[in-house]
């Protein structure tokens, strides 16, 4: 099994040109760096896959105990009444996974400036079956739980893990067009957002109002890095860590502020293309002139050419793209399988007949296998119906389908919310059991529904 790890991930981000559009030619660099996302998200999928079935069986084997008990040792981080002491499984599920949402948020801003969020019609369809994958799986889950204590989970079949979709998208179903690919992400970052708001409104604790008004207080200390043009990215990094303590004492669950962060990076280059091409080339002209004098180390004018252009190389990308080119395989390879290492433990024995068919399995299995498909089919086909957007080209209904079913794999984001949902372990063992249910089934009918989707496409 090959991992596809591009060797330069790097998005070039074009938003401060006036009148940007992706159909001008410049269109090809922004499908090149979706390529090159796609490609890491693959990878980080088929990693996600590895660590979660190492997780079952540490979880079913002879030292399941102490695999266990490792996510229960207290972590202590700080010094005296400024320490925060917190179980290793609350140190990944509330710090590191504040990290993935901050690159989430990233995404969700890059994609509402350049990609396919960009303009009220592009994001017609994928707004719509994103909002369908969230409404309909939610009805199911309360359709099996309504008036019990468990009705609180009805979040946890709304979310769509990306990594574990695109990563069965690009393993079994290698022809599909890319307009395919960049719809299945549009998706599930609109679904991200969705499933930020839920948690922000919904999975929220009593509310400190001391900690919520210095929150704020950092909030306006950015929105004034930002609006001063700081494109440093270490003032942020800093008020960012302040923000995420704050957030963490309010009661609102720390994972917000990682995207309430990222809304704030710059996302505007301090020197754009034609002047980059033109300093760049009088820089390595300065270099060349200079080279005459042959030696083990470069000339003091090559020396003073070459941080010149290091100073200009990084004025030409925009902070935002900076960031998210350096964290996203930290978060892809490392933050994500950590995460479902330490979550998607469950023992064989919860597998029983009472598990498998209480309310809360029920409600979260059939709300990903059905719920989620039926939801983002049905709104994607009325959108179109209803002339708000189209399908991407060469894209057939029966790939959306499979696009839809693939949906239904909800682990990370699932996994994440049921740990928010349910404080009662029997309610959260019931919620993974649906949970991996649920996504196994998911994966499997949306990779047949595009392998058959492919085959019509061809003939």
Sequence with gaps: MVLLIPRDFHHSIMIDQPGYDVESSQAPTLFRTFAQFFRLEAAGGVLLLVVSAAALILANSPVAEGYFELWRTSISVGVGQWGLTKPALLWVNDGLMALFFFVVGLEIKRELLIGELSSPRKAAVPVAAALGGMLLPAIVFVAFNAGRESASGWGIPMATDIAFALGLLALFARGAPLGLKVFLTAVAIIDDIGAVAVIALFYTA??????????????????????????????????????????????????????????????????????????????????????????????????????????????????????????????????????????????????????????????????????????????????????????????????????????????????????????????????????????????????????????????
């Design 206 to 459: 009593k509310v400190d109002l001391t900690a919520l008004a210095v929150a704020l207080g950092v909030l306006l200390a950015l929105f004034g890095l930002n609006r001063a043009k700081v494109r440093s990215t270490l003032p942020y990094v800093l008020l960012g860590l302040v923000l995420w303590v704050a957030v963490l004492k309010s009661g609102v669950h720390a994972t917000v502020a990682g995207v309430i962060l990222a809304f704030f990076i710059p996302a505007r280059r301090a020197v754009d293309e034609q002047t980059f091409l033109e300093k760049a080339r009088s820089f390595l002209d300065a270099f060349a002139q200079d080279g005459a004098h042959p030696g083990p180390l470069p000339t003091a004018k090559q020396r003073a050419a070459i941080y010149s252009l290091e100073r200009l190389s990084h004025q030409a990308e925009a902070p935002l793209a900076r960031l998210e080119h350096r964290l996203h395989p930290w978060v892809a390879f490392l933050i994500v399988p950590l995460f479902a290492f330490s979550n998607a433990g469950v023992a064989i024995q919860a597998f029983s007949s009472d598990l498998m068919f209480n309310p809360v399995t029920v409600g979260v299995s059939l709300g990903l296998l059905l719920g989620k498909p039926a939801g983002v089919l049905l709104f994607t086909w009325g959108a179109v119906r209803f002339g708000l957007g189209d399908l991407p080209g060469n894209v057939t209904w029966t790939e959306v389908a499979g696009i839809a079913a693939l949906c239904g794999m909800g682990f990370t984001m699932s996994l994440f919310i049921g740990g928010l949902a349910f404080d009662a372990p029997g309610f959260l063992e019931q919620a993974k059991v649906g949970i991996l249910i649920g996504s196994a089934l998911s994966a499997f009918v949306g990779v047949t529904l595009l392998r058959v989707g492919r085959r019509k496409a061809r003939t």
